[in-house]
């Protein structure tokens, strides 16, 4: 069975800097999807960025980026001139091509901004 | 539009009790799926709903029974409600591809007494 791991309960940032979000994934597949949600206080589940296994390229989507190490099996988040609404808790987030649409996310990684 | 949709967004039940949590959707998406968040851990799937007409068990099941009424509505049902089933729970639907995004509902907090 597939597991994700993200090792840092919490992390801080000062508002402007840059911070990276850690997750790394145990799986036996060679194509798979990965994604990181965001879970602001209001309990929305808002995905923030999403990386197929088979492509090379980091996805990136404005101020998110991803460090995507296939043989590593990790994939951290990278934020960067970090703002106060992003503020919240991060998963990570894996999803099988083999076994359903079912996602297995990790435990999270509450982000805190400081001004 | 307006996504996911769940009801009720609060509910306190006593144990014993039974309750049905409401999930809809109005993006024509094929499958929908019942998570739940628990302190300190990601959310767990409890239930999925590939298509219309059929469900499987997710990594939760025990104490749990759903029902795809129709493609738009996938309900969650406690039979008689117990302390561990304190926890929020999600809805999501998605296109059937395991490319496709999920989206989730608002969410609903579930305390059992």
């Known amino acids: 069975a597939q597991t994700v791991t993200q090792s840092q309960p919490e992390m801080s940032v000062q508002e402007a800097e840059t911070v990276t979000l850690s997750c790394t994934y145990d799986?036996?597949?060679?194509?798979?999807?990965l994604f990181w949600y965001k879970q602001p206080p209001s309990r929305q589940m808002i995905l923030v960025i999403r990386?197929?296994?088979?492509?090379?390229q980091n996805a990136t989507e404005n101020r998110f980026s991803v460090n995507f190490q296939k043989a590593a099996k990790s994939f951290s988040l990278k934020i960067s001139d970090s703002q106060l609404g992003d503020a919240a808790m991060y998963f990570c987030?894996?999803?099988?091509?083999?076994?359903?649409?079912?996602?297995?996310f990790g435990a999270g990684t509450i982000l805190r901004v400081k001004s | 539009n307006a996504g996911v949709t769940q009801t009720p967004k609060f509910q306190v039940l006593k144990t014993g009790q039974s309750m049905t949590l409401q999930c809809a959707q109005d993006?024509?998406?094929?499958?929908m799926y019942w998570y739940r968040q628990d302190p300190g851990m990601g959310l767990r799937l409890i239930y999925y709903?590939?298509?219309?007409?059929?469900?499987d068990k997710g990594e939760v099941p025990n104490g749990y029974n759903v029902s795809r009424l129709n493609k738009r509505e996938f309900s969650l049902r406690l039979e008689s409600a117990a302390p561990s089933q304190t926890s929020v729970y999600f809805c999501?639907?998605?296109?059937?591809?395991?490319?496709?995004?999920?989206?989730f509902g608002p969410g609903t907090r579930l305390t059992v007494l």
């Open positions: 999501a639907s998605s296109e059937v591809g395991p490319s496709d995004t999920q989206y």
């Open positions: 799986t036996s597949e060679s194509d798979y999807y």
């Open positions: 990386q197929e296994a088979y492509k090379q």
């Open positions: 987030a894996y999803r099988s091509m083999e076994y359903g649409n079912k996602l297995v």
């Open positions: 993006m024509n998406h094929n499958s």
């Open positions: 709903s590939a298509s219309e007409g059929t469900t």
